[in-house]
């Protein structure tokens, strides 16, 4: 019998929650707190002084020596520096711990070596870390012992966003100021602000990891850069969702546990696709609580699986020819009062505003599709998006055929009274339909879908921050809901004018509207006809940032500046070269030192076999025959690698980080595919016994 562990006693253990704020705060500074995290504002330093005595207790009563400002630079992942609670010893050599409201509230980690693009010049290096007050301080215990986690914003001296979280929390308000527009036009004026709501699916593979300290691909690169295919695929789909294996199951409990003490609602885990493929899935909650946490279980799946004697592969695509992972970002909007603006809604009002918040969603997804496909790439997801497997790198909406119907009626008739799904037609206006949940739905290869109350954007990387894709959401919808304002607020006839609108936008937006196949060649061609974007890697994608459209959209909701553009744009042809090139070293590494000895070795044996058995007078022409096939491959691999090496030598003396970039992405990348062919079937043909690295089987099929 395994040991009964009380899930709601351990749920939220570690994090300072409102509950353990309000047994340690006096009522006025609960009171006080509290207001500011729902409605916004700034602490007193006085009651933020409270606040991190109160902190501080409860994290040393937990065993914490430390704290830190838990930050998400650019880097895309988390970022820490520890400070004690000692402070400076009295007279008589007592020392008391100690923390103060300014420490808690604002931070100077003096982090000059993130990446800024270019925003701070050394001189200036410092960067400012400031409480993000709506996202809980939580504790996390590692061999350094308990650390106090405050999650925290970080800016430059000037205000800077140096980070993926500032953007995001200045997103969210956007979207709620105009969101709220809409929705008091629709009579619901009590509600004061509208909160975007996350939910990230997070796959995730896992590999044993004695196997993967034998692979420097895995150690420095996150996925094999070589490797032949195993004999057995995910052909058979007896993965997907298949009974977990006991070890699997042991870690999957293991995480569980941890991530419930830090207060994220882990939910669902199941097999995924591919062998060794996993996921997981928590409750969605706000926006930037959602961002943090993901970070966290991120975290935890790397730490929990080295406990478990494994590594936790977070990478787009740790194996070709095997399916990589991505991370459903689940996202919708809701008001403080309960109305989830995604939902279609019970009422003839509610319905219609339903379809008024689809149609300027639709509006905003075609406008800036470029931008939404940039806020999913990133450099492993270059090996998914539109390589036959996940959501293509082409931006389309799935609504599903019930909702397509009714647009479609609304666009070609400007009435809509028909509802597919035979629901009652009881909107109260003859012109819309009452609209029944559609639970149907289930397109796998759209990279945008409606699924019933809310859109699950599925282009994601695994290895991702989610904040770039939830800040431009909010962003380009924050940007339709106020064109939409300005309109209907200024309607004689609200009635008229919001049907008006409605069909206004779907049918000058209808062409991002796609229901098919997203994986097939002919819609690549028919959505070339339509005039969609089709951005085929991350850093083609990297000037959609700094369109005059972009810089208009996200300057004019606050959300980032041109230069704070032009500094993330800087930071993504940078963050692309290096990996590229820590990949191409990786590879040149592991061929010279590794694969092409191993194969010489191999061909040793070959060549004295070949005489041994020439010499005892008995046919040699099977032995002779493999060993010129290894030979001449082997004469292809080298060739290759100096190609690479030449390649990276030049890439190495470009200095525009643009063209450096390119180059790694049209030459670097060519010659490292170059490289793997042969290496790739060298493997097929060399006996596995002298073969230097565990192989894709080894990898996938026996953790
Ligand atoms: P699926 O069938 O795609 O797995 P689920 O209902 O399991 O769908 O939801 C997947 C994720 O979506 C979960 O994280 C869930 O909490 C989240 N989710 C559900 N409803 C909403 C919503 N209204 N807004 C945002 N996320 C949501
Ligand atoms: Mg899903």
């Known amino acids: 019998m395994s040991e009964v562990v009380n899930i709601e006693e351990l749920f939220g253990s570690k994090v300072f929650t409102r509950a353990t704020m309000k047994e340690r705060l006096p009522k006025n500074v609960y009171k006080e707190v509290t207001r500011i995290m729902d409605q916004g504002g700034e602490l007193t330093l006085a009651t933020a002084d409270v606040v991190a005595k109160a902190m501080k207790d409860w994290a040393v009563e937990n065993g914490a020596t430390h704290y830190t400002h838990w ?43 993130f990446p800024s693009g270019g925003l701070r010049a050394t001189f200036e290096a410092r960067g400012y870390t400031a409480w993000d007050i709506t996202s809980p301080a939580f504790l996390k215990e590692d061999a350094t012992g308990v650390i106090l986690c405050i999650p925290t914003a970080f800016c430059s001296y000037k205000g800077e966003a140096l ?45 044993d990891r004695e196997k993967y300290l034998k692979r420097p691909d895995l150690i420095f690169a996150g996925r094999t ?25 042991a870690y999957m409990k293991d995480l569980n546990l941890e991530l419930w003490k830090l207060g994220v609602t882990a939910k669902t885990q199941h097999n995924e696709v591919a062998p060794a493929q996993h996921e997981l899935a928590p409750i969605y909650e706000t926006a930037n609580i959602a961002v943090d946490h993901n970070q966290l279980v991120m975290e935890t799946m790397k730490k929990v699986a080295g406990r478990h004697g494994m590594t936790c592969l977070l990478h787009e695509k ?25 939902d279609p809604g019970d009422t003839p009002n509610e319905n219609i505003q339903f379809l008024l918040v689809l149609a300027c969603i639709i509006k905003a997804v075609d406008v800036h599709a470029d931008l939404l496909r940039q806020s999913a790439s990133d450099v492993g997801n270059d090996h998914r998006l539109g390589a036959n497997e996940a959501p293509p790198a082409i931006i389309s909406i799935f609504l599903g055929e019930q909702l397509e119907d009714v647009v479609k009626q609304l666009v070609e008739t400007g009435e809509a009274s028909r509802c597919l799904e035979g629901g009652k037609l009881m909107t109260g206006v003859s012109t819309l339909p009452d609209l029944a949940k ?13 699924t019933g109350n809310k859109f699950e954007f599925r282009m994601v990387g695994s290895s991702d921050s989610i904040a770039s894709p939830n800040t431009t959401l909010n962003a380009i919808v924050a940007e339709a809901f106020c064109e939409a304002a300005d309109i209907l607020e200024k309607a004689d006839d609200f009635d008229v004018a919001v049907h008006d609108l409605i069909k206004k936008y779907f049918t000058e937006h209808q062409r991002i509207i796609f229901n098919g196949n997203g994986y097939s060649d002919e819609w690549v061609a028919e ?15 990297v000037d959609t940032l700094t369109t005059d459209k972009a810089v208009k959209l996200f300057e004019k909701f606050g959300i980032f500046t041109k230069a704070e553009l032009e500094s993330r744009e800087e930071v993504l042809y940078e963050t692309y070269a290096k990996t590229i090139n820590i990949e191409a070293l990786t590879m040149i590494d592991m061929a010279s030192k590794q694969i092409i000895p191993a194969v010489v070795k191999y061909t040793k044996g070959l060549a004295d076999t070949v005489i041994a058995v020439k010499e005892a007078g008995a046919d040699a022409s099977v032995q002779a025959d493999l060993l010129k096939e290894v030979s001449t491959k082997l004469t292809v691999m080298k060739t290759a690698l100096a190609k690479l090496e030449e390649a990276e030598e030049k890439a190495g003396a470009i200095e525009n980080v643009k063209d450096q970039a390119f180059f790694y992405k049209d030459v670097v990348r060519e010659a490292m595919a170059d490289l793997r062919t042969p290496a790739d079937e060298l493997e097929m043909i060399v006996d596995k016994k002298v073969w230097p690295i565990p192989t894709y089987g080894d990898l996938i099929f026996e953790v």
């Open 225 to 249: 850069l070589f490797g032949a295919p195993a004999p057995k695929g995910q052909e058979l789909e007896d993965h997907y969702f298949g009974t977990i294996r006991e070890r699997i199951g």
């Open 163 to 207: 980070d993926k979280k500032t953007p995001l929390l200045r997103s969210m308000e956007a979207v709620s100021e105009q969101a709220l527009r809409i929705v008091h036009l629709f009579g619901n004026t009590e509600a004061t602000k509208v909160v975007a709501s996350v939910g990230p699916e997070q796959e995730y593979f896992l590999v």
């Open 527 to 541: 959505a070339e006809r339509r005039g969609l974007p089709n951005i085929k890697s991350m850093i083609e994608a």
């Open 438 to 450: 559609d639970a149907t739905d289930r397109n796998r290869t759209s990279p945008f879908a409606f």
């Open 318 to 342: 740790p194996f070709a020819g095997v399916n990589g992972s991505g991370k459903h970002n689940n996202w919708s909007l809701g008001t403080d009062n309960g109305v989830n603006l995604l």
């Open 71 to 113: 930050f998400q630079p650019l880097t895309g992942i988390t970022a820490e520096k520890h400070d004690s609670f000692v402070s400076h010893p009295d007279e008589s050599g007592k020392m008391m711990m100690e923390f103060s409201g300014k420490e808690l509230i604002k931070g100077e980690p003096d982090a000059s070596s």
